[in-house]
């Protein structure tokens, strides 16, 4: 039986750590906050005070955290974690962070002689309850056959999207393209309805047609449409404004940093922006139908 | 056996047509453009100088026109169709104009006794020529329950999206969420490429995530990646640029006169009228990767 | 003395009307709302039941109303007060609408004989006020010529834009810049602030370089900075996001109708539309700081 | 006589040294490419192999680089300048970049007991030619004093923006604001022209009006009317579009790390990267027109 690391237990973060203790991994875990770990303690994880205590003896490190300062801090630099780790250590950051410094990690691991993922997961709270995330991972395709025991625990889909940090830009670009069409689709419904349509007609006619996509079929935005959606309880739960807003911003810089046109993926982060501002961004992202029609969607 | 009056016989009327003869209907055709009735009437239908002739004795009148002035040039007015028509013939106007028309040719034929449908198409020339269209119908259901025999010889899907000029309405709203779509994947596969990954792994991943939709899987942008797509064969045939244009015109019209904000799809619509202007109104929707990544797409 | 018919009393019309008064015209006014004829009355105009009656004998005939169908209502068909006036006389639309009704008008006073201008005015219920209004005039030189003397008491400027519709096209090109440069300066400010600048040095520093424009200078939006402008006032009074609404309504129709690409334009209406929704339809328009910013300008 | 080092000698850079010299100050110069500095030196300049070498004696250094990462190269690090400089000197970074780089040249000056400005400019290379560039200073007010006799040289508005790094920040906003207007004023030129007015008609109106702004007056895009400005001379010269493209991405960068919203400025980041992929970076910012209407500009 391999013995896992886990760094972060938010709301993403402790249900794949349980998912693990299921499939049989001994799991040692560390947050910050060291009340999210009392949980999975619960189910059989043992509690560290930091970083470095969670990953002795262990074959696997994975880390789920907000943002790239945050992976950054925790591995890199004269007191980052990779000086602790013993050579042939796997890490697997699922934090969705900027390609660029996903690289830094995989470069600095390289040079350490320990073997480096990044697989950033698509598929929510819902999905890392289920099991059923998807990865999209970066890195060698040997490490990421060693990696496949634990992300089948976590997950059902695992794509292998490139090499060093690909998975961060698979990922960026895959939920860009979702940020637009659930802006897309909540400006369709709103058209429709004020034209005197009855939305789930009108959804159910693009959901058979060339305007389908995932964001209708999975999170359509028209309250109460759906009565397992977030749209039909407040837009509570989900993959919130914030998380998207986040992704749009990693998008955006990543397309300046290349210099690349993202037209539609960049008024989508600025629509966010504002919805944001409206003191929405812990609801669904399919809340941004409140934005584009507050009347008719309030 | 039916007879069918079929008036406008372009790249899209023309295969509709003969799907109509091969399903047994009798069909009497008219298009100002005498040529474009030739290999029809070698089908099998008859000829007609004008719309009058082609619509005596017809139980049905169907047609497939460019626009709404044409539309209402057609029907309407003291010279106009309606006032040759039967009491009790069935109109089936399947061109896709503004529903503000629709309802126009709704009320005339209402006032003279005669049944009327708005009844737009979704499928392309491919659809039209497989008979899989999509008909997204606006009318009483008593009239569309009179048309699905014609229409089941010529599509496959067949919505009711509600009153007179929903068909329209619904149409008009699909559409604009293809628009958004075909540039927000063609966005999403220039970042893509421009660090790194392999186009084809990344529609790959799109297409199982929350990235999928309709236009990443049925009209890639990508240059060469599906063979039977129009990228692999310099954008030729399909859905033409100026098309998707003239719906996401309508969309913002309609968005106008509704008080509506569609702040993507009016953004779609002027990064098609850019590309339009670059010389590319006849090439397929999925062109418009040109303009957002002219280098790494030429 | 000349005698002029005004037709519209509203927060424009009525200052316009009582300084054709202070210049020596007799007025002889109308509006549905009779109560808004009391002050111009007691300032010396004589009041009316009806358009037509207040047209009696009048030189010269100004319309100020709401939009193009008020004024296609008023003049044009088998009732309109075109049919009552008699050959010669002037008629000076200065509401804002379509440059195609516009167009209308000016071919049915041709057709009677009579003479038209359009002429938007820019410059605001204050302006109208001060009698310094810009007007912007399509039509013959003739008229114009005519014209001058009313146009004069009401204004300071007064440009010639070209032929019958083309004073309506000017003034929506202009104030489409002035909606997008109200949102830009929002941006700009909005950006600056938050990186740490003071609002006025920012505002000062633009005015004299290269982002100088007349939104900053006469509409600055942060709110406070100018005790003469709106945004110290809480935006009450000065040009309304509804107004501002119509005429970005009003050019996005005529970019649609005449081919056009107005990205810029677009996303202007698409977000001030955004901000009427939010319940500031009645503020000045430089109270879009409000959805750029709700945080810093709040 | 003040001794001036001074590094960067391009479009901008070489006639600011000139203007330096013109005004009596002793002038060291370097730039990596060594021929730019001959006419420099021509006009009584010393020249030198390496920046250290010209600053050698130096009571001020100005740089003028084309980006962030060259103005931390030259300045920053073991091997940088600050580390050879005399206590006291006073740094004046006229370069466009990032406010964060310049406040670590600021922090890293200070912790070495110079002096330090950000002072980016404004006005082109016709402003640099003729004395009369805008700067636009971040730092101290002391260390502004002592700068004024040299940039008086150069320029003929100084504006104290704030602290550390407001210089770049107020550039950037103002810079973002000009990008605005010059795709708007090539919008509203477009809209009126494809309407039946004459370009020059609407530019003189819109400049009196509510369209007022500075790349209208300045700048106007459309082709022939001023024939002092680029677009008579087939948009040579003046700001280039990759120059106006690059300030957008800082102004980008800039809201996405202090979480603003910049629907505007992005969009016209966007516009300017498609119409730099068409080839037309080295045009006059003004040439945006050709992306915008080709049909009505080419």
Redesign the interface.
Known sequence: MQTVGFIGLGKMGAPMALNLLKAGFAVQVFDRLSDLADPIVRAGATNHNNAHSASVNADIMISMLPASEHVESLYLGATGLLQHLTPGTLIIDCSTIA?ASARRLHDAADGLGLAALDAPV??GTTGAQAGTL?F?VGGLATNLQRARPVLNAMGK?I?????A??GQ??K???????G??M???A??????V?????PK??S???T?????????D?KNPWPGLNTNMPAANGYQGGFSVDHMLKDL?L??????Q??????????????F??HA??GHGDLDLSSIIK?????NSG
């Open positions: 390609p698509s598929g998807t999209i889909n794509f292998h999207a490139g090499d940090g690909a830009t698979a960026i670009a895959n939920n860009m393209m979702l637009i069409m802006v897309g689709t400006e369709a419904l709103s058209l429709g004020a034209n005197g349509l009855d007609v009108l159910e006619i693009m058979l047609s060339s305007g389908q996509n995932w964001a209708l999975h911003g998008a955006a810089l990543t397309a300046l290349s210099g690349r046109a993202t037209p539609m993926g960049e008024l989508a982060r600025n629509l922006a504002l501002q409206q934005l584009i029609d507050k009347k």
